[in-house]
Each structure stands twice: as C-alpha cells, then as structure tokens.
C-alpha cells in the first residue's frame, strides 16, 4: 500500500520557504509543533471563513501562528498566548520577516488566567495547542468567546496514539487529560464537534448555540 502522507506531501504544494525554514528550526530544538497537514487545515479554514479573529492557546515558535497569520484578510488579527517569551521571541522574529508582526499580539501569560479576563468576543477561530492537563479548562473558557459558528480546533486529540489505547495503570496524566477531553468535546452542548484523523489528531467544533 503506498505511503498515503509521502503521496499527499508530494503533491501538496512546498510550503512558503520561511514556514520550512521555521519547521525544520522546530524539529531541531525538539519544539513541539503541529504537523504540516494541520497548518495546511488552519491556514485553509483562516482563508474560507475570512477569518477577522483569532485567538491561539500555545504560541512556541510560532509554526501555527504564521501558518494563520499568511491566510489572515487585511483587517484580521491573531491574538496568541505563551507564558515562555524565549519562544515566543522566535515566533515574532519570523512574523517580523514575513511582514506579519502588526496582525498579531503575543501575550506572555498563562492561557488560564487571561481567558477568565480576557476582552475580545464573537472570535471567529480559538485554536488549542498547549498544556494537555488545561485542555478542558481552555475549553470551557474559550466557546462563549466564539461567534455563533465560529470553530474551536485542537491539536493532538490522538496523542501519538495513547488517548486510542486501552487505558493502563502507568498512563500519564497527560494521556488521562486527554482522553478525557475528546469525550467532553464530543458530547459538548455548545458544539457541533468531530475528531479528524489529520497530523497528531485534530479536534473541530463548531459553535452552534447564541
């Protein structure tokens, strides 16, 4: 059987030469990012919703951030946070190289605390990719900042496999989180959710209730 993702990245097209210079700086320092397919998805969504509004949980270097930022209309802005600013200095230096550091604010702080205060609503797009143990916590938060329609996305719902196995003893605490957190977001009221097989297991949600 052939290699389904060689297949799709050889006829994908290459990604702009700055977002590979990024992706191959993330997988030398072992920074976790999200896979090619799931910035293919974002910067995809970003652009058939015209998206104004972003609000991304996890900045690291910035692979998603910029994956967004190029598909973003004139008037639209990404709103990041990271508390780890010597990562978050990488992703503004490659948002300064691509032209793109006006349409996004990085705000060094814990997800948590600035989503219970946080003051920008009807966002059109809360893109999830931090702390695994928070991610219902971020969940919870981030839907009644959504528009109606608007979409929560979420990375590594399949956790490299782990969430699918049979839980064990010795599962981390990481894997119970998230295993936990697909059955909350399947079943939440608010959304109209499903869990793609795409990169590390992606996560989308639309908001369906005022």
Sequence with gaps: MANVEEYLNRIHRDPSPLLLELEQQGHANDIP????????????????????RVLEIGTAYGYSTLWMALALPPAGHIWT??????????????????????????????????????????????????????????????????KRSGLVIVDNLMWSGRSAAEPKPGDSVDTKAIREFNKIFL????????????????????????
């Design 81 to 146: 946070i990271d508390p780890d600013r010597a990562r978050t200095d990488i992703a503004l230096g490659y948002l300064t190289r691509a032209g793109k550091a006006d349409a996004v604010d990085i705000i060094n702080q814990p997800a948590l605390e600035v989503l219970k205060t946080f003051p920008v609503r009807n966002l059109d797009i809360v893109f999830i990719d931090a702390l695994k143990a928070e991610y219902e916590g971020y969940l919870e938060l981030a839907v009644p900042l959504l």
């Design 33 to 52: 990012i999200v896979s090619r397919e799931t910035g293919r998805l974002l910067s995809t969504l970003v652009h058939a919703m015209q998206a104004n």
């Design 187 to 210: 079943n939440h009221p608010q959304l109209d959710a499903t869990i793609i097989e795409l990169g590390d297991g992606t996560g989308i949600g639309a908001r369906i209730d005022e």
